[in-house]
């Protein structure tokens, strides 16, 4: 399968809450990329982390990596009714040049 | 210019139907990706490209049909779809980096595809 796992599957939050979504995958990566989807259309992306770092953080964003647990958590501070939407996790896989993605993480913020 | 830009945004077609799929890049990216993406699902990779040369094909059926005409330009060509063909299928693009990874994924924002 070309899926990973991210979880959970649905958030639900107040405006100024923090979300946190886990991203879990299968194989060595050379990166690892969080990307961001409105209503079904195209991918947005967030922030990529290299499998060399285990730290990241961009604006209200931190990213972090842990390559011997094989997983990821992507933070977003003080949410945002905008921010809701459907966030993936994304891996390229570690000499071929693939993409490949988790599960979703459905996060809604409640004004 | 950092778009992905794919026609039509919605298409509608019935089994026996030729259509295609069409996507553009001005970036300078040498690769580019289909995806296909059911609801309330990941995207799936289908076909992978680079340097307009077919480098990853992930088993996809041969009723669809991939082509890069030049280093800007992807085609999806679709024959005797499934109704379980229906999906958004996003294109994608990359810049290869450094050691041969590539960086992020530039989206196109999709064609909703309706197999009737």
């Known amino acids: 399968s070309q899926q990973g796992e991210e979880d959970p599957q649905a958030l639900s939050i107040q405006e100024g809450e923090n979300a946190t979504m886990n991203c879990s995958y299968k194989?060595?990566?050379?990166?690892l990329q969080w990307y961001r989807q409105n209503s079904g259309r195209g991918l947005v992306h967030l922030i990529l982390i290299r499998s060399n770092e285990r730290e990241k953080h961009s604006g209200r964003l931190r990213v972090t990596l842990d390559t011997s647990k094989k997983s990821s958590s992507l933070l977003i501070t003080a949410s945002r009714a905008a921010d809701t939407a459907s966030y993936f996790c994304a891996w390229e896989i570690y000499n071929f040049n693939k993409f490949y993605f988790g599960s979703g993480t459905k996060l809604n913020v409640k004004p | 210019d950092t778009e992905v830009t794919q026609t039509p945004k919605h298409l509608v077609m019935g089994m026996t139907n030729k259509k295609s799929l069409k996507c553009e890049q001005h970036m300078g990216h040498r690769a580019m990706y289909w995806y296909k993406q059911k609801a309330k699902k990941p995207p799936e990779l289908m076909f992978v490209y680079s340097y307009e040369k077919l480098s990853i094909n992930e088993s996809v059926p041969s009723r669809f049909s991939p082509e890069c005409p030049n280093s800007s330009l992807l085609n999806l060509h679709l024959h005797a779809l499934q109704p379980e063909d229906s999906a958004l299928y996003l294109c994608a693009s990359s810049q290869e980096g450094e050691s041969a990874t590539n960086e992020k994924l530039f989206f196109g924002s999709g064609t909703q595809l309706s197999v009737l």
């Open positions: 194989t060595s990566i050379n990166n």
